[in-house]
């Protein structure tokens, strides 16, 4: 037995079939590895076979160099996962010569491989009615997931963490084939808070009495938030950005504001949405709680004069329900709107958008144009717009509200806790989940006594059928390509508690009105594109009403080392973890030059020599001397004059890309569906 063998710290002793495993470690390392035989004599168990274990074969050793190695050793423990009558033998063996022995829990598969791995309380995993150390935890958990397929980077840490946490390999396998343990999948609780401010009761507002009385016979107080914003000027015509949560009441903010002037003779109230989808929801509420008190409401969506309710726009209405598109085509064409007494842009935070952030930024400036050259040039005594901005969701709210130049209302109660859970499955393991998920919820009922619905979230129009079709309990899709009627008729029912779930593309995370108790995010994409912060929080944010339900639910399902669009650089579980963890996106404007050119195009149409003022308020900086002389070498202007060109490309919302396409389809002589299928492919490529 050599010098460095002889000398060892620890001997540990492992029941393997008829034989004992014997690992020898000094310093942490292995320094011997083997095996031995034990005989019975007359004067009890003696060392039998012994053997060295060399790596690709076995060394016979004389049985006294066991011995050695064990009175060499500065302690000897033998597992606890060798059976009573093996612990027993060895004991005595041990006693033979003197040598005392501790039994110690033990990793089996560490014993079996040579290695000693001492297990505690703390540091066991339990696996198949038995406890290993954590070390071949992780081994036998990345074996499961090489068979489950590509489960890396943000899912494998993810998993590793829970079983780390609970200490139960059986359960995170269980997770992987779909089980739904609410203790694993929950990654966290977003705690209800409440934020102490006293009510303003309805009786002391100042409002037009036909809309007091209204107000009164709904509710006796405001909830916080419109307290807030009362008691900061509301009323008194001060500008406002109001940052709160979903279903905290701030959309009655920018209704009595709007409502209340447009009732005393200060102007009429333009509602401006993002989505069609929204608008048309409205209107239909605005027509039914507004018209009640003698107003006229319209709706003005794209460029159309007839809605997608078939109500034909009337620009002359108290109220003006409209797209921000459909309210900027009326300006880019000179339509006139009349004298605008409030100005409420719902889901302001799409400022921040690549695409639309830019001609929302636009449509502000112009239409705070109109409203201040109606001023100057009317004799009725109309003084312009109050200006109401609103958001659950804005990274930087006080450098907003300064750029707005408005007084900063941010309320973060939120009025129930909400669950976050994150589970892993590939597509078709998604929809087993979500129609064991709608089910679950909806054959619960909350203790206000409406059952669990919920909204599912999905990346385009076919899966959203897709997904409907595969749920047992009913349910519908619901998205822009169905036509107005289809869509109220999925509202009410959904409000009649007839529908378990809706499912749904973004169309509804901008605020279209379901009270959901839970959501389900079928995937983290948008068509080609991964959710935002600001768009997840505003998409969870969903889950939960306080007048219906107790608590809210959200199930992210992730399929790991996934992306939906080669232009996709992160993978769906790193796109996860990122969402959760993640803050809100700061509302920042950088323009490109097709950007900068399409909103300086638009300026020059509405306001001619003033273009460079609209540009210079915009969030978003542009080089108006740059833009103005793109415009004048591509002919879309001649001075500071819109030619029948620009017109017509500023009018379609085009950016210069698509205008040059469209012209070169013209010129090439292609027919129009050419034309078409040539904007389509540019789309798709970017």
């Not at 929950?186 to 107000?215: C, E, N, Y």
């Not at 794209?302 to 109220?319: K, L």
Request: proline share 3%; hydrophobic share 35%; aromatic share 6%.
């Amino acid at each position: 037995m050599s010098q460095q063998v002889a000398q060892v710290e620890t001997l540990f002793l492992h029941e393997r079939g008829d034989s004992y495993r014997v690992v020898a470690r000094k310093n942490g390392s292995r320094v011997f590895h083997g095996s031995l035989d034990v005989k019975e004599t007359s004067a009890g168990p003696r060392p039998g076979r012994f053997r060295r274990n060399t790596g690709s074969s076995e060394e016979l050793r004389d049985p006294t160099e066991f011995v050695d190695l064990a009175r060499n050793a500065s302690r000897i423990r033998i597992s606890q996962q060798t059976s009573k009558r093996g612990r027993r033998e060895l004991q005595e063996l041990l006693d033979g010569y003197q040598l005392d022995a501790a039994v110690v829990r033990t990793c089996r598969y560490c014993a079996n491989d040579g290695r000693y791995a001492p297990i505690t309380d703390e540091t066991a995993i339990k696996t198949d009615r038995e406890h290993i150390c954590p070390d071949c935890a992780v081994e036998e958990l990345e074996r499961e997931l090489s068979y489950k397929g590509q489960f890396t980077g943000s899912a494998q840490d993810r998993l590793e963490d829970l079983l780390l946490e609970v200490q139960d390999l059986d359960r995170i396998v269980d997770l992987l084939s779909g089980e739904l343990d609410p203790d694993l999948t929950q990654f966290d609780v977003i705690s209800a808070t409440v934020d102490d401010v006293d009510p303003v009761k309805t009786a002391d507002l100042d409002l037009h009495p036909r809309l007091k009385s209204m107000t009164e016979s709904r509710f006796d107080s405001l909830l916080p938030v419109q307290s807030l914003s009362v008691r900061n000027g509301l009323l008194e015509g001060e500008d406002q950005l109001v940052v709160s949560a979903t279903a905290t009441g701030k959309t009655l903010v920018g209704e009595m504001a709007g409502i209340d002037r447009a009732l005393k003779g200060k102007g009429k109230m333009l509602f401006l949405v993002p989505l069609v989808a929204l608008a048309n929801q409205k209107h239909e509420d605005f027509k039914e709680q507004y018209g009640e008190l003698g107003l006229d409401v319209t709706i003005r969506v794209g460029a159309s004069r007839i809605a997608d309710s078939g109500s034909q726009f009337d620009p002359n209405a108290d109220v003006i329900v409209g797209t921000y598109e459909g309210i900027d085509h009326a300006l880019r064409t000179g339509k006139n709107l009349g004298d605008v007494g409030t100005v409420v842009i719902d889901e302001v935070h799409t400022l921040k958008e690549e695409e639309r952030g830019h001609r929302l930024d636009g449509l502000i400036s112009r239409l705070k144009y109109y409203c201040e050259q109606r001023a100057d040039r009317t004799e009725s005594g109309y003084d312009g717009a109050q200006w109401i901005y609103l958001s659950a969701t804005v990274g930087n709210p006080e450098w907003l509200a300064g750029r707005l130049g408005a007084r900063l209302i941010e309320f973060e109660e939120r009025p129930i806790p909400i669950e976050r859970h994150v589970t892993f499955a590939d597509e078709q393991e998604k929809l087993r989940l979500e129609n064991k998920l709608v089910k679950r919820a909806f054959d619960q009922k909350s203790s206000k006594g409406y059952r669990g619905q919920t909204i599912i979230f999905t990346n385009s129009r076919r899966r959203c059928h897709t997904i409907s079709r595969k749920l047992q309990y009913d349910s519908a899709p619901y998205h822009a390509g169905l036509d107005y009627k289809k869509r109220k008729k999925v509202e009410k029912q959904f409000l009649d508690q007839d529908l378990s779930a809706v499912v749904t593309t973004a169309a509804l995370a901008a605020g279209v009105d379901f009270p959901a108790s839970q959501v389900i995010f079928d995937t983290l994409a948008m068509g080609i594109e991964w959710l935002s912060v600001q768009e997840f929080s505003q998409m969870l944010g969903r889950a939960g009403r306080p007048d219906y339900h107790d608590r809210g639910t959200v199930y992210m399902l992730i399929e790991p080392d996934v992306t939906y669009h080669n232009s996709m650089e992160m993978t769906e579980d790193e796109v996860a973890f990122k969402l959760l963890k993640g803050e809100m996106e700061d509302v920042r404007n950088v323009y490109d030059e097709a950007a900068a050119v399409e909103e300086t195009l638009a300026n020059v149409t509405v306001a001619g020599k003033q273009a460079k003022r609209l540009n210079d308020r915009m969030l978003g900086e542009i080089d108006t001397t740059q833009s103005v002389g793109r415009l004048l070498e591509w002919e879309f202007i001649d001075g500071l004059e819109p030619t029948p060109l620009g017109r017509v490309v500023t009018r379609h919302f085009l950016s210069p890309d698509d205008a040059f396409r469209l012209l070169d389809g013209i010129r090439n002589g292609l027919a129009p569906y050419e034309i078409v299928a040539e904007q389509e492919l540019a789309d798709e490529e970017l």
